[in-house]
């Protein structure tokens, strides 16, 4: 396997990011210093490390979930009936979700053995978008559609400026698109909240560019190769 291809795997970072990396003198293979990204590797057998510290050879899994109603995002909850890693099978191994959706949220949630890919989607500095479709109580109205694109305020701060959008009207509802790059808690139910607007429902429809497609509720697929390489690409760039 080429080293660049191994790092990639390892979960390190994406092709072009760890071609990057070796040139830069950060990776020995069997304690040498290796510039080329091509140098072979035999994993198991070659000891590599970056930055003195041995990479790990463990196998990383990719998955996203289209997680139902009731359930929580956490991996261990003793007051929840049902959390989302129960929802994949024990032979995966252990996985993690990447963030949180409230109990009451549905829609999508990625679910990792990778920690450094983890950090990077849901540090504030990487600004990873989320996009939610929420059906609110009340007609929303284009100035205050305005508000919520610009930053509305909050007990915890003023929401940085976010895309928003009215798909639909229904009676005494309104549906709407909503893009953020934050992670407060709720944040969605209370940028409505502030506009006096409760939230009836709301669902995470896309996550760093990856989307539920036909998952149903409660069911699960593996990211693709190339969804992987594009999430790592996006996270390392804006690094």
């Given at each position: 396997m080429r080293l660049q291809t191994f790092?990639?795997?390892?979960?390190?970072?994406?092709?072009?990011?760890?071609?990057?990396?070796i040139e830069s003198g950060a990776v020995a293979v069997n304690g040498k210093v290796v510039l080329e990204k091509w140098h072979p590797v035999e994993p198991g057998v070659d000891r590599v490390t970056l930055y003195g510290k041995a990479v790990s050879t463990v196998s990383k899994l990719y998955y996203v979930l289209n997680k139902p109603r009731g359930v929580t995002s956490t991996v261990k909850d003793s007051h929840a009936k049902s959390a989302v890693v129960d929802l994949l099978p024990r032979k995966l191994g252990r996985l993690y979700p990447v963030g949180r959706l409230d109990k009451d949220t549905t829609g999508i949630i990625l679910l990792t053995n990778d920690?450094?890919?983890?950090?990077?989607?849901?540090?504030?500095?990487f600004a990873v978008a989320k996009v939610y479709v929420a059906k609110v109580k009340g007609r929303v109205l284009e100035n205050e559609l305005k508000k919520l694109s610009e930053g509305v305020r909050l007990e915890d701060g003023l929401t940085a400026p976010?895309?928003?959008?009215?798909?639909?009207f229904a009676e005494d509802t309104t549906v709407c698109e909503i893009e953020i790059r934050e992670g407060k808690k709720r944040q969605v139910r209370r940028m409505f909240d502030s506009l006096g607007h409760r939230v009836l429902d709301l669902k995470r429809t896309f996550f760093a560019g990856i989307g539920l497609g036909d998952l149903e509720e409660g069911e699960f697929r593996k990211l693709s190769a190339s969804e992987v390489e594009a999430l790592k690409e996006m996270t390392y760039r804006a690094a």
């Open positions: 790092l990639a795997h390892a979960g390190i970072s994406s092709r072009r990011s760890s071609a990057d990396i920690g450094e890919l983890t950090h990077r989607l849901t540090h504030p500095r976010c895309r928003a959008r009215i798909l639909s």
